[in-house]
């Protein structure tokens, strides 16, 4: 080894005390580099060798010792080829034992707190005291296995403080605290930590499954909502395909009007060309006549001219008088006719598109909880009712897309209803009201209607009925029973629900079902009328609490063609008679001043439900 060390001393510039880089050889036989050597020159007034302190009378021309160069760069490539010894590269633990350039630590001694090369490391291998030292792979902060105040190797682990500790320490301040040494606390940390690994891996295996089952959930909705606009798309694109249909039929039908008037037209026109070929040749006949002076020839000639009355008579007869018809065909047109239709027909696939969508969107919970967090969200004190709010029952969805305005009709009021002046609130008279007879309605009667009767589509309205102890809400088909004194049944044309207060409870109960009646433990304030004409449905509220009172399915309304059917009936001047229309219905069971009904404005009721 001492061999080793002198035979890399001397390789190393005495003064850089790095290797040598372009060596160069002094009068006096010693080495250095050629910079550095000049640079020591430079630096003083003397110029002597540094080892040997011979001075020179002038600076010696020196040149690279190119043998000795040659040696230096040799003996590096074969240190740094030999063994497993490779030059420490940075962010390598170095070997504390070489010189410049070190080579990359391979054992780190935990007794002597120095690291070594494959070469320097021998001795722990051979010397019988050095193998009893403990080596652990290369690290670089010793410093920090060093206890600060003892300057001695941290060996044991205080469960108390957490800490590593040198055995002084055991001794001194941590003599009374439970310590173990720093292998037997690994140990049971690193079995702690395989503990938390295996619950790590069990989660991680977990949550894996799940992001798989969600990929796939994902792309198996995906394929299915892909599926459904396609199977959409043709759906909507057969209906756009029908209605090309009957636009074409509607087309052909008005084209082969046309035609049909042209010919005939010009069947008239061809038959009153030859009357008129006819009449010119016979005046022209009696013109020639008329200027001959030959009498004996006018009066042989007379008899052809005889008939010339019952030509007259016959042209009069015959000729094709251009009526009103001809004239009406030229100026018919189906463009008002189509519209009116056209615009009921959007009417109608508009409000039934806004209910799909609705109904598609409610379909799903977690996106109706999503957007009713969007919702609350943007919602404040100052402007909640600014902001649309997203339909969160099916009652909701109802006052928002189907409300109507409904009038009382005080010609159809009982003579003992009080209307308000604005048609919106009806109440019974305190005493017996006297008419005269021709303003008196049928005494039987106590029905009052709405203004106005609906026909297609579907309508709802709200009335307040807390203040009247018997109550009579729905719907009568046209045309009325004005003479009956029985109330409103499905048979007869009326979808009613009647309402009774007996200080204990609510009773409600639906005509046809009267003998199984609805007991409502708690009175309702507002009552919401809901119509289906096109699926013949009557349905009744409790408004403040959300919940369905009574429901009529399958009313005998009319028996509705389908929609492509009633364009072209209504095209060729058809009349749908079947369609008649339903009209709001009030009363009152009992004659009781008390009795108020109020019908309410839907769109406060629906926005403030949920302030």
Known sequence: ??????????????????????PVTTPCGHNYCKSCITGYWTSTDLIQC????????????????????????????MRVRGGDDILAKPGEVPCDICLE???????????????????????????????????????????????????KTLEFFCNF???????????????????????????????????????????????????????????QS???????????????????????????????????????????????LTQLEQEVAELRRRRSEMEQ????????????????????????????RSSPAFTPDLTAISQQSYVGTVKKTVAQMEKTLSNEMEM?????????????????????????????????????????MIQQCCAVDVTLDTKTAHHNFIVSDDGKQLRSSEGPRFLPAFLRTDQSRSLIFGKEGFSSGRFYYEVQVNESKSWLLGVVKDPINWD????????????????????????????????????????????GVFVDYEKGEVSFYDVDNRILIHSYTGCGFIETPPALTAFLYSMAGASLSGRQKLYPVFGFLKDDPGNILKITPVAEQSATYFK
């Not at 002198?6 to 290797?19: G, K, N, R, T």
């Not at 540094?50 to 010792?65: G, W, Y």
């Not at 030959?294 to 042209?315: A, V």
């Open 1 to 22: 080894m001492a061999s080793s060390f002198l035979y890399e001393e001397q390789l190393l510039c005495s003064i850089c005390l790095d290797a040598f880089t372009e």
């Open 50 to 77: 540094p080892l040997c302190k011979k001075t020179f009378r002038r600076r010696p021309q020196l040149q690279v010792n190119t043998e000795f160069r040659d040696m230096v760069e040799h003996f590096n490539n």
């Open 101 to 151: 350039p070190k080579l990359t630590a391979q054992k780190t001694c935990l007794v002597c707190l120095a690291s070594y090369c494959q070469t320097h490391l021998e001795p722990h291998q051979r010397v019988t005291n050095l193998k009893k030292h403990q080596l652990i792979d290369p690290v670089s902060n010793l410093e920090d296995r060093v206890c600060k105040k003892h300057d």
């Open 161 to 219: 403080d957490q800490k590593c500790i040198c055995s002084m320490c055991l001794k001194e301040e941590h003599a009374t605290h439970e310590a173990v040494a720093l292998e037997q606390a690994s140990r049971e940390r690193k079995a702690g930590v395989d503990y938390v690994m295996s619950e790590i891996k069990v989660m991680e295996n977990s949550k894996s499954r799940s992001i798989k089952e969600i990929k796939y959930a994902v792309e």
């Open 222 to 268: 995906k394929r299915r909502s892909e599926k459904e606009i396609a199977d959409i798309s043709e759906v909507f694109t057969a209906l756009v395909v029908s209605l090309q249909r009957g636009q074409a039929e509607l087309i052909e039908v008005i084209q082969e009007k046309q035609r049909a008037a042209q010919e005939e037209a010009e069947d008239q």
């Open 289 to 316: 006549l008329l200027q001959s002076e030959d009498h004996l020839c006018f009066l042989q000639s007379w008899p052809s001219l005889s008939h010339i009355e019952g030509l007259f008579e016959r042209l009069s």
């Open 356 to 396: 799909l969508i609705h109904e598609v969107r409610l379909s799903d919970g977690c996106e109706a909880a999503e957007q009713r967090d969007a919702a609350e969200e943007l919602m404040t004190d100052e402007f909640v009712e600014e902001v649309w709010t997203p339909p969160q029952d099916k009652l909701m």
């Open 484 to 527: 009956t004194n029985v109330l409103p049944t499905p048979e007869g044309g009326g979808w009613t629900l009647h309402g009774f207060y007996n200080q204990f409870q609510e009773t409600c109960f639906a005509y046809s079902n009267s003998s199984d009646p609805a007991f409502l433990w708690q009175r309702p304030q507002t009552v």
